[in-house]
């Protein structure tokens, strides 16, 4: 079983700087693509950054440009640095990741519990 625990939400006036950190534990081989998503009230969920286990990376064209998103392959953590925050930008944001548990198998999807991030106009 794998868990993955997210921190760092809260609230930040519009313009400020907030960074989520993402954490997998459990039974890992290798850990593939690593992301963040986010789910704002009424609206289906979204991606917001992913980075592959080299370091590639894609943003939602939203954000592009004001979060970063970076990881530790060695600790299995995933890291997003959000900066000039918008009140749009408030959500729900779930890190994801794709984890190998034995070599005699494939990827598997898991998603942490989610964390707030609010941002007052």
């Known amino acids: 079983q794998v868990q993955l625990v997210e921190s760092g939400g809260g609230l930040v006036q519009a313009g400020g700087s907030l960074r989520l950190s993402c954490a997998a534990s459990?039974?890992?081989?290798?850990?593939?693509?690593m992301g963040w998503y986010r789910q704002a009230p009424g609206k289906q969920r979204e991606l917001v950054a992913v980075?592959?286990?080299?370091?590639?990376?894609n943003y939602a064209d939203s954000v592009q440009g004001r979060f970063t998103i970076s990881r530790d392959n060695a600790k299995n953590t995933v890291n997003l640095q959000l900066n000039s925050l918008k009140p749009e930008d408030t959500a729900v944001y779930y890190c994801?990741?794709?984890?190998?548990?034995?070599?005699?198998?494939?990827?598997?999807?898991?998603w942490g519990q989610g964390t707030q991030v609010t941002v007052a106009s």
């Open positions: 459990g039974s890992i081989v290798s850990v593939n693509a």
């Open positions: 994801n990741a794709g984890v190998r548990h034995s070599y005699y198998t494939g990827y598997r999807d898991y």
């Open positions: 980075i592959s286990s080299g370091g590639t990376t």
